[in-house]
């Protein structure tokens, strides 16, 4: 790749580095016209150099800021030393091999890689891709990928409000064959492509664990279960019983596969939440340990306040079913929802419910989910172990 004739974009305001994104409306509109993805040079309203990164004028993120360092230029090699500084973090520092052999390989923005998520399953690599910039880049992806993971079956994809946002085409082609991954001595089913995402998402390893150490002995009810996870993990730790429950039929019969080939004995029901609630709740029903980790709410900033609402209401719920002294473990990964207000909602539950709740712990995706300070939007997930008397 050529660096000499890099377009450059001006910003309309004098801005120091700092978020990656910038909007449409905080910058000049080129003269000429640039392909969604083009890289491009970023100097502010000054003329001084701001960052290089990618180019969208269909986007409402019409930059994503790449690097700040004006000698270091957007090609073969900077993306080959982004996804090797990536690896590296997992295999040698947080030595996820000797933990399982499913994790999140890129982690976008907090990574250096704004627009690009790569999640590993087994030998099967799946390459999200959210920036027609990185869509472009995918040649070169792709062979720094194989470097390190070599005899790998890569899978790529995009959302379809993504691509249309983005303004690319990701044809993803067939899906790869299911497979079956290892975590914490345990395994799971994993179909990237065939829907339900993939079956299993690997951001609540370590909540999985924590809350199997702290199930031992209780009765488990794991909510919004999808393939069963929590529930597995509980009684393969020690729990006493486990029920999983889920809407998703489809998902239920992973689910089963998952416990079957961990021998333990988990029953799922395919149930609406709170219609199995409020029936449990009637029939007497109680709970030790109740897991709540329900998919994400909203997309939209206009409806936050919805989603909040729905987050009490499907907590206030399951504390009618929690006996005194039981664990919640409850979860939200929208992103919008800070943790701020998330725990807001706890705390108008406990009153709620005249129920004493105490925050033991708050915890997010494993650390193979980084977070850059600079952007607090990818810490999506909020997971709240919680003791209520």
């Given at each position: 790749?050529?660096?000499?004739?890099?377009?450059?974009?001006?910003?309309?305001?004098?801005?120091?580095?700092?978020?990656?994104?910038?909007?449409?409306?905080?910058?000049?509109?080129?003269?000429?016209?640039?392909?969604?993805?083009?890289?491009?040079?970023?100097?502010?309203?000054?003329?001084?150099?701001?960052?290089?990164?990618?180019?969208?004028?269909?986007?409402?993120?019409?930059?994503?800021?790449?690097?700040?360092?004006?000698?270091?230029?957007?090609?073969?090699?900077?993306?080959?030393?982004?996804?090797?500084?990536?690896?590296?973090?997992?295999?040698?520092?947080?030595?996820l091999d000797e933990i399982g052999n499913a994790?999140?390989?890129?982690?976008?923005?907090?990574?250096?890689?704004?627009?690009?998520?790569?999640?590993?399953?087994?030998?099967?690599?799946?390459?999200?891709?959210?920036?027609?910039?990185?869509?472009?880049?995918?040649?070169?992806?792709?062979?720094?990928?194989?470097?390190?993971?070599?005899?790998?079956?890569?899978?790529?994809?995009?959302?379809?409000?993504?691509?249309?946002?983005?303004?690319?085409?990701?044809?993803?082609?067939?899906?790869?064959?299911?497979?079956?991954?290892?975590?914490?001595?345990?395994?799971?089913?994993?179909?990237?492509?065939?829907g339900h995402k993939t079956g299993f998402f690997?951001?609540?390893?370590?909540?999985?664990?924590?809350?199997?150490?702290?199930?031992?002995?209780?009765?488990?009810?794991?909510?919004?279960?999808?393939?069963?996870?929590?529930?597995?993990?509980?009684?393969?730790?020690?729990?006493?019983?486990?029920?999983?429950?889920?809407?998703?039929?489809?998902?239920?019969?992973?689910?089963?596969?998952?416990?079957?080939?961990?021998?333990?004995?988990?029953?799922?029901?395919?149930?609406?939440?709170?219609?199995?609630?409020?029936?449990?709740?009637?029939?007497?029903?109680?709970?030790?340990?109740?897991?709540?980790?329900?998919?994400?709410?909203?997309?939209?900033?206009?409806?936050?306040?919805?989603?909040?609402?729905?987050?009490?209401?499907?907590?206030?719920?399951?504390?009618?079913?929690?006996?005194?002294?039981?664990?919640?473990?409850?979860?939200?990964?929208?992103?919008?929802?800070?943790?701020?207000?998330?725990?807001?909602?706890?705390?108008?539950?406990?009153?709620?419910?005249?129920?004493?709740?105490?925050?033991?712990?708050?915890?997010?995706?494993?650390?193979?989910?980084?977070?850059?300070?600079?952007?607090?939007?990818?810490?999506?997930?909020?997971?709240a172990f919680c003791r209520v008397s």
């Amino acid at each position: 790749m050529t660096h000499i004739d890099t377009p450059t974009i001006t910003l309309k305001t004098e801005r120091l580095p700092g978020h990656p994104w910038i909007w449409s409306a905080q910058v000049r509109k080129p003269e000429q016209h640039l392909p969604p993805g083009t890289v491009v040079r970023i100097v502010d309203a000054r003329g001084r150099f701001v960052g290089h990164g990618f180019w969208n004028g269909h986007a409402r993120v019409a930059l994503r800021v790449l690097t700040t360092d004006e000698a270091v230029h957007i090609d073969a090699d900077f993306i080959a030393a982004r996804i090797a500084r990536a690896v590296a973090l997992r295999r040698d520092v947080l030595k996820l091999d000797e933990i399982g052999n499913a994790w999140r390989v890129v982690n976008s923005e907090g990574d250096g890689l704004s627009g690009l998520v790569v999640d590993r399953y087994a030998d099967t690599l799946v390459l999200e891709y959210f920036a027609a910039g990185m869509w472009r880049l995918r040649e070169v992806i792709e062979a720094a990928l194989r470097e390190h993971f070599p005899g790998a079956t890569l899978y790529a994809f995009a959302e379809q409000h993504v691509q249309k946002q983005e303004s690319f085409d990701c044809h993803s082609g067939e899906a790869p064959a299911p497979v079956r991954v290892t975590e914490h001595g345990l395994t799971f089913h994993a179909a990237p492509g065939a829907g339900h995402k993939t079956g299993f998402f690997a951001d609540q390893r370590d909540n999985r664990r924590r809350f199997a150490e702290l199930a031992r002995g209780r009765r488990v009810l794991d909510l919004c279960c999808n393939s069963g996870g929590f529930a597995i993990h509980a009684m393969a730790a020690g729990a006493r019983e486990a029920i999983a429950v889920d809407a998703d039929t489809g998902i239920l019969d992973i689910a089963r596969a998952n416990a079957e080939a961990n021998n333990v004995d988990v029953r799922f029901e395919a149930a609406d939440l709170f219609d199995w609630l409020r029936a449990a709740i009637d029939r007497g029903e109680r709970f030790d340990a109740i897991v709540l980790d329900p998919p994400k709410l909203t997309r939209d900033r206009r409806r936050v306040t919805q989603a909040l609402k729905k987050y009490f209401a499907m907590n206030r719920t399951a504390l009618d079913a929690l006996t005194s002294d039981g664990l919640l473990l409850t979860c939200s990964c929208t992103g919008l929802v800070g943790a701020d207000d998330f725990l807001d909602t706890l705390r108008r539950v406990g009153l709620s419910a005249a129920r004493d709740v105490q925050v033991l712990d708050l915890r997010g995706a494993g650390a193979d989910h980084p977070v850059a300070a600079n952007v607090p939007e990818g810490r999506y997930l909020k997971a709240a172990f919680c003791r209520v008397s």
